[in-house]
């Protein structure tokens, strides 16, 4: 199988599950990495599968990320997809939310796996204000990194499997 994982990163977090992603996915599959931000609009007509990652600030996902799957949404409802989400909310409920109004409705209904996976908070590559406002809401002044790599295993199991 191709499989295509189109990615959106800031800070290099959902850019590192991608790659590990990618390294899991490869054992089985041919597995062709896109960054929205070298290739806003990779041809993805070529693949069988397509997972799509992006990472979540204060509630929202990246522009790129929403920008692709608009311009590709009736490619998208073709083919096999992923969506996860990258995000430092602690709240199960909060994170579902995120993932669920991250991506188009009916993307996110048809898609074979979600997950959101963790995140980081990567204090030496936040500008003055992002370090000011994770340390004001999440009372922190020290990276900290939540990848959930269970979570990852899982929904590359939900999306390799035949059955949903």
Do not use: W
């Not at 800070?11 to 990495?33: P, Q």
């Not at 799509?52 to 920008?67: E, F, I, Q, R, W």
């Not at 991506?103 to 048809?110: G, H, N, V």
């Not at 990194?145 to 999306?159: L, N």
């Amino acid at each position: 199988m191709k499989t295509a994982i189109i990615y959106t990163s800031k800070h290099g977090t959902t850019e590192r599950v991608a790659c590990a992603m990618a390294d899991k996915l490869r054992e089985t599959d041919e597995v062709t990495l896109f960054s929205l931000k070298k290739d806003p609009n990779p041809n993805i007509s070529a693949f069988d599968r397509v997972v799509l990652g992006a990472p979540v600030y204060a509630g929202k996902v990246s522009a790129k990320m929403k920008t692709f799957c608009k311009a590709n949404e009736a490619v998208l409802l073709q083919k096999r997809t992923g969506l996860f989400v990258c995000g430092m909310y602690p709240s199960k409920e909060k994170q579902e939310e995120e993932l669920k109004n991250a991506y188009p409705q009916r993307l996110f209904t048809r898609a074979k796996a979600t997950a959101f996976l963790g995140g980081a908070f990567l204090f030496e590559q936040m500008n003055f204000f992002e370090r000011a406002i994770i340390k004001q809401i999440a009372k922190t002044t020290t990276s900290v990194h939540r990848v959930d790599g269970e979570a990852m295993d899982g929904f590359i199991y939900k999306f390799s499997s035949e059955i949903r």
